[in-house]
C-alpha cells in the first residue's frame, strides 16, 4: 500500500503508448493512453484498475485538525467524514439525509422537536456501545465556550445552544438536547429549521469518542489512540505526506464495505495532483484540482466530469465610503459588468457567468431576476447617482487577494468600469493576512470575495448579510432585510419560506452592497473503474460504498460509459465547468 | 580552539535573542492575524482563541511568556494546525528536508566540485568553457522550471520515477536533481575561482619546480586551498537547504520544511513562524562555527582564538 507506483508491468505498457503518442507528434493534450481500436473511448492517463481494493486520492491540502468538534476546512471535513458517522448520512448523489447512526426519526408538527432513534447494536471501533449520550457529550463539547469552536455556530438552531456558548447560560442541561436512554436522542430548536437535518450530517456534528479523549487529551486523534464510528479508521497519518485508512469491521454495514482501504495524500499544488493522477498513482483528482487553464482542454476525457458546485464569486461593495453609500452607484457598477464576458472569453468558458447571490440547486427555490450587463441603463443609474458621465466620481479602487485569477477578472472589471461608466478605478493587492485584515475592517472599496455553501438551502447565503454579520464585511444595513431573514427562519411551510427568502434576494441585489461575478462549477477526474463517486452540488463525496471496478472496460462495452459510470447526473449538460480557486476553499 | 569555540557559543546567545525580538515583533507588526477566514469566525469565539493563547494579554507580557518559554525551546501549538506542537511539527519535517538537503549538498559537491577543478586546469579552453557554459545554465534556469521539465520528461513520458511524493527511493531522484542543479552550478564556478588563485601563487609554481607531477600540485597542494571559498559557502547552503525548498516541495509533494516557514507566516501563525525563525538561525550559526572549524583545517595559516 505504500508505494507510489503500483505495478512496472503498467509502466512499460504506458511508456510504449506514449513514445507512440511522442513519435505521432501529439501535443500535451493528446490523450496519453488506453486509446484502444476497439473504443474511441480517452482517457486522462493510466486507466489500469489497482491490484488492491484500496482508493487512493488528493485530500487537497493538508488538514489543519481533524477532530470533528473543531474541525474548519474542507480537508479536515474529508477525514471526519471518511473516520466518523453522524445521525443522518448524506446520499452519495443527492446529498439528501439517510438514515446513518440514528436508522428513523420523528419531528414534531411544529417542527421544534427532533426524536432520533439509534441503530440498535452500532459500536465504537473500540467496541463501546454508541450512544445518544455521545452525541450529545460531543454537541455540548462544541459549543462549551472555553473550546472555542470555529463552527459552534452550525449549532444554532438548537434551543438556548448560542446562548451557552456565549455564556448567557451557564448550565448545559438548558440546552435543547436530552438523551432519553441509550438509544434515544431527542432535540429540541429554538426555531423551525428546515434544513436542520442536513446540518445532523455536517461534520460539526459528528459524534466523538469520550473514553479517547478522556485518556488521550489532545493527542486523542492520532494514530493509536484514535477512535471511530464510521465506515473506516485511522491507520496511519504522516503530516503533509499521507493519510491511512482501513476498513472498520465494527461499522453497522461493514458487509457492504467493499474497500479494504483508502490512502489520502495532501497535495496541495494542482500541476503536481493533475501529475499524479495521470501517472494512474491516484485514481481521484477532486475538485479544485484541475489546474484551470487545462479545463478547456480536459473536457473530451471521459473522466473528467464538471457541474455546479455551491458557491459564488462576487465583490462586495462598502457602503460606509461615499460614493458608494449612494445605491444608485452600487446599481450602476453592477450594471456595468460583462458576466458572459469574463466567464466566457476570460476565463474559458470554465465558470457560469451569475448576476444572483444565491446559486443554482435549491428544488422549488425561484431565483429573483439577477444583474445582466446593460451599459446604457448603467450610465443611466450613474447619472442619476450625480454623477453624469462619471463626472466628479473619485477614484476606486478594486482590492484582491495575491492570485492569477483574481488579477485577471479584477483587470476585466477596471476596463469594463473605465469603459461604461467613465470613472477612474485601480487595482489592489494584498496577500492573505493583509487582505483579510482589510475586508474585515473595512479599508477597502470594492472587495473580491466568495462564497461557498454550507449545506443545500438559500439560507446559508443569504443569513450572513443581515445587519452585524461577521461575515456581511460590506457595512450594509437593512431593517427590511433583516426582517425578512429572521420570517423565514420562524416559516414552516417550505413553499412560503423560500418565497420570503426569494424576496430577500430580490432585496439584497437592489439595493445591496454585493456585485456577483459567476458561479462556481466542479471539475473532478475519477478514474473509471472508481465506481460511486458522484458530482454533487457541495462537493461532499460519501466514500463508504466506493469500490474498485476490475471488469470496468467490459462493463463499460456492454453498456457505453454513461450506463457503467452510473446516473446520467454525473455529467451535467452544457453547464460550464469552472475552479473554485483552491486558494478560496483550503482557507 | 577551546576558548573560540565557547566564546563562539556564548556569542549565539545575544544573537539569538536579538533575532528572537525583531521576528516577534516583526510578525506581530504585520496586518490581520491568525483567526481570519473567508467565513468569518464569531466573536465570542476569536475573544476565547485569543484568551486561549494569551493573545488578549499586553503585549510586552506576551513577549516576556514568549522568550521563557524559546528558552525552553516549547513554542507551544500550531495556531493553525492546533493538535500540534511547533516541536513536534518541526521535528517531523526535518529528518525529510536533511535527507532532502543532504542528498542535494552531497551531489553538487561531488559533481561541482570535478566540473571546478576540470574548469580550472584547462583554463580558456573549449572544455573550460563547455564547463562553465553549463553552469552559467544551471544558475539561471529557476528550480519552479526545472521540476516541472524534469517531471514531464522523466516521469510522465519515461516512467522512470514518480512524479510526486515522498515515498520510496525512487522518489528522491527528482527533487535531489531539482534542488541540487542551482547548487552544483554555483559550487563549480566557486571551485574553478577559487582552483585559478591558487595556481597562479608561489607556492604551486614551488610545487612544480619540485618536479611533483600536475595531479599531486593540483589535488595535494591547490585544491585544499583552493576549495575555501566552497566551504564557507556550505555552511549556510547547508541552513539553507536543511531549511527546506518551498519551490521543490511544493513540485513534488515533500513533507519538509520550506512550506511549514513560507505558510506560517501568510496564515499569521505566529508560534510556528517563531519557532522556525530561531530554528534557522541557530542552525545557521552553529554551520557558520564548524566552516570556521574547517578552515583551521585546511589552510594552516587560519588559527581560531
Redesign the interface.
Known amino acids: 500500500m505504500?508505494?507510489?507506483?503500483r505495478a512496472p508491468r503498467r509502466?512499460?505498457q504506458?511508456?510504449l503508448a506514449?513514445?507512440l503518442a511522442?513519435v505521432a507528434g501529439c501535443a500535451p493534450a493528446s490523450p496519453?493512453a488506453a486509446r484502444t481500436a476497439a473504443s474511441e473511448a480517452r482517457y486522462f492517463g493510466d486507466v489500469t484498475p489497482p491490484a488492491d481494493d484500496v482508493l487512493r486520492f488528493n485530500l487537497g491540502a493538508?488538514p489543519?485538525?481533524y477532530?470533528p468538534s473543531?474541525a474548519?476546512g474542507q480537508p479536515d471535513g474529508r477525514v471526519c467524514r471518511i473516520l466518523f458517522e453522524g445521525l443522518t448520512r448524506e446520499d452519495p448523489q443527492t446529498l439528501a439525509p439517510r438514515p446513518g447512526q440514528a436508522y428513523r426519526w420523528e419531528v414534531s408538527p411544529d417542527g421544534l422537536t427532533y426524536t432520533f432513534h439509534l441503530r440498535p447494536g452500532i459500536r465504537w471501533s473500540d467496541g463501546t456501545p454508541v450512544t445518544a449520550d455521545d452525541f450529545r457529550w460531543s454537541w455540548l463539547r462544541v459549543l462549551k465556550?472555553?473550546?472555542?469552536?470555529?463552527y459552534?455556530?452550525l449549532l444554532a438552531p438548537i434551543r438556548n445552544a448560542v446562548a451557552y456558548?456565549?455564556?448567557e447560560i451557564p448550565d448545559s442541561n438548558a440546552v435543547g438536547i436530552v438523551a432519553r436512554d441509550d438509544s434515544t436522542l431527542i432535540v429540541t430548536l429554538g426555531e423551525p429549521t428546515a434544513y436542520f437535518l442536513y446540518l445532523t450530517q455536517f461534520y460539526t456534528y459528528l459524534p466523538v469518542p469520550r473514553q479517547a479523549i478522556a485518556r488521550h487529551g489532545?493527542?486523542w486523534?492520532r494514530p493509536g489512540n484514535i477512535v471511530s464510528n464510521g465506515a473506516f479508521t485511522l491507520r496511519q497519518w504522516?503530516?503533509?505526506?499521507?493519510f491511512e485508512f482501513a476498513k472498520n469491521p465494527r461499522y453497522w454495514d461493514a458487509a457492504h464495505v467493499r474497500l479494504a482501504g483508502m490512502v489520502a495524500?495532501p497535495?496541495?499544488?494542482l500541476?503536481?495532483s493533475t501529475?499524479?493522477y495521470?501517472?494512474g498513482?491516484i485514481d481521484w483528482n477532486p475538485s479544485g484540482y484541475v489546474p484551470s487553464q487545462f479545463i478547456p482542454y480536459m473536457r473530451d476525457y471521459r473522466d473528467f466530469r464538471h457541474g455546479s458546485y455551491q458557491g459564488v464569486y462576487y465583490y462586495s461593495i462598502n457602503v460606509t465610503r461615499p460614493p458608494l453609500d449612494n445605491v444608485w452607484v452600487r446599481r450602476a457598477l453592477n450594471l456595468a459588468v460583462d458576466r458572459d464576458a469574463i466567464a466566457n472569453d476570460l476565463l474559458k468558458g470554465s465558470r457560469e457567468p451569475w448576476g444572483n447571490m444565491t446559486p443554482t440547486g435549491y428544488p422549488g427555490y425561484e431565483h429573483p431576476p439577477g444583474y445582466r450587463y446593460d451599459p446604457a441603463k448603467a450610465r443611466e443609474c450613474l447619472a442619476k447617482a450625480g454623477y453624469p458621465d462619471g463626472r466628479g466620481f473619485r477614484k476606486i479602487s478594486i482590492l484582491f487577494n495575491t492570485s492569477e485569477d483574481h488579477r485577471r477578472i479584477a483587470e476585466a472589471i477596471q476596463a469594463m468600469w473605465k469603459n461604461t461608466l467613465h470613472i477612474q478605478v485601480e487595482l489592489t493587492n494584498q496577500?492573505?493576512?493583509?487582505?483579510?485584515?482589510?475586508v474585515?475592517g473595512l479599508q477597502y472599496d470594492v472587495a473580491r470575495?466568495?462564497?461557498i455553501g454550507d449545506y443545500l438551502d438559500p439560507n446559508t447565503f443569504l443569513s450572513?448579510w443581515i445587519t452585524g454579520?461577521?461575515?456581511n464585511?460590506s457595512g450594509w444595513s437593512s431593517r427590511r432585510y433583516d426582517g425578512l431573514i429572521r420570517a423565514a427562519a420562524r416559516e414552516v411551510d417550505p413553499a412560503r419560506r423560500f418565497g420570503i427568502l426569494r424576496e430577500a434576494e430580490a432585496l439584497l441585489l437592489e439595493d445591496g452592497p454585493t456585485l456577483p461575478v459567476y458561479h462556481y462549477s466542479t471539475n473532478e477526474l475519477v478514474k473509471p473503474y472508481v465506481r460511486g463517486i458522484y458530482q454533487t452540488a457541495l462537493d461532499i463525496h460519501p466514500l463508504t460504498y466506493v469500490w474498485i471496478d476490475r471488469d470496468w472496460r467490459s462493463r463499460e462495452a456492454a453498456h457505453g460509459p454513461a450506463a457503467a459510470a452510473g446516473p446520467e447526473r454525473e455529467r451535467v449538460a452544457g453547464g460550464p465547468a469552472g475552479e473554485a480557486g483552491a486558494a478560496?476553499r483550503s482557507? | 580552539m577551546v576558548t573560540f569555540l565557547v566564546r563562539r557559543l556564548l556569542l549565539m546567545v545575544p544573537t539569538l535573542w536579538a533575532i528572537a525580538t525583531l521576528a516577534f515583533f516583526l510578525v506581530r507588526g504585520?496586518?490581520?492575524?491568525p483567526f481570519?477566514?473567508?467565513?468569518?469566525?464569531?466573536?465570542?469565539?476569536?475573544a476565547?482563541?485569543m484568551h486561549?493563547y494569551g493573545l488578549d494579554q499586553p503585549l510586552h507580557v506576551q513577549y516576556l511568556r514568549f522568550l521563557s518559554s524559546a528558552a525552553r525551546l516549547d513554542f507551544g501549538p500550531s495556531y493553525?494546525?492546533?493538535?500540534?506542537q511547533v516541536r513536534e511539527?518541526i521535528a517531523?519535517?526535518l529528518p525529510v528536508s536533511l535527507e532532502l538537503g543532504g542528498w542535494a549538498l552531497l551531489l553538487s559537491i561531488v559533481v561541482g566540485v570535478p566540473i571546478g577543478i576540470f574548469a580550472a586546469v584547462r583554463q580558456n579552453t573549449a572544455g573550460d568553457f563547455a564547463a562553465m557554459g553549463i553552469a552559467l545554465a544551471g544558475v539561471s534556469i529557476p528550480n519552479f522550471v526545472l521540476g516541472?521539465v524534469l517531471?514531464l520528461g522523466f516521469?510522465?513520458?519515461?516512467?522512470l520515477f514518480?512524479?510526486?511524493?515522498?515515498?520510496?527511493p525512487?522518489?528522491r531522484v527528482l527533487p535531489v536533481v531539482t534542488l541540487a542543479t542551482a547548487y552544483v552550478a554555483y559550487i563549480a564556478r566557486l571551485t574553478r575561482a577559487g582552483m585559478l588563485e591558487v595556481l597562479r601563487q608561489d607556492f604551486t609554481r614551488t610545487a612544480r619546480a619540485k618536479g611533483l607531477s600536475e595531479n599531486v600540485v593540483v589535488f595535494k597542494h591547490a585544491l585544499k586551498l583552493g576549495i575555501l571559498p566552497v566551504v564557507s559557502y556550505i555552511g549556510p547552503a547547508a541552513a539553507r537547504v536543511m531549511m527546506g525548498s518551498i519551490v521543490v516541495e511544493?513540485?513534488?509533494?515533500v513533507?519538509?520544511m520550506g512550506?511549514y516557514l513560507v505558510n506560517a507566516a501568510?496564515?499569521?501563525d505566529y508560534t510556528l513562524v517563531l519557532g522556525e525563525v530561531l530554528f534557522y538561525a541557530a542552525l545557521l550559526m552553529a554551520l557558520n562555527l564548524l566552516v570556521d572549524v574547517a578552515y583551521t583545517w585546511l589552510d594552516p595559516r587560519v588559527e581560531l582564538a
Open positions: 505504500t508505494r507510489a507506483h509502466r512499460i504506458l511508456s506514449l513514445l511522442l496519453p493538508e489543519e485538525i477532530d473543531f474548519a465556550p472555553e473550546n472555542a469552536a470555529r459552534s455556530g456558548n456565549q455564556r489532545d493527542r486523534t504522516r503530516q503533509n505526506n499521507r495524500y497535495i496541495d499544488d500541476n503536481t501529475n499524479l495521470k501517472a498513482v496577500e492573505w493576512g493583509s487582505f483579510m485584515g482589510a474585515t470575495r466568495s462564497w450572513c454579520d461577521g461575515n464585511r478560496d482557507r | 504585520a496586518p490581520g492575524g481570519q477566514s473567508e467565513k468569518e469566525i464569531p466573536a465570542s469565539v476569536k476565547q482563541l486561549k493553525k494546525f492546533p493538535s500540534r511539527i517531523e519535517a516541472p517531471v516521469s510522465l513520458s519515461l516512467f514518480p512524479p510526486a511524493l515522498w515515498e520510496g525512487q522518489s511544493t513540485i513534488f509533494s513533507p519538509g512550506r501568510f496564515n499569521r
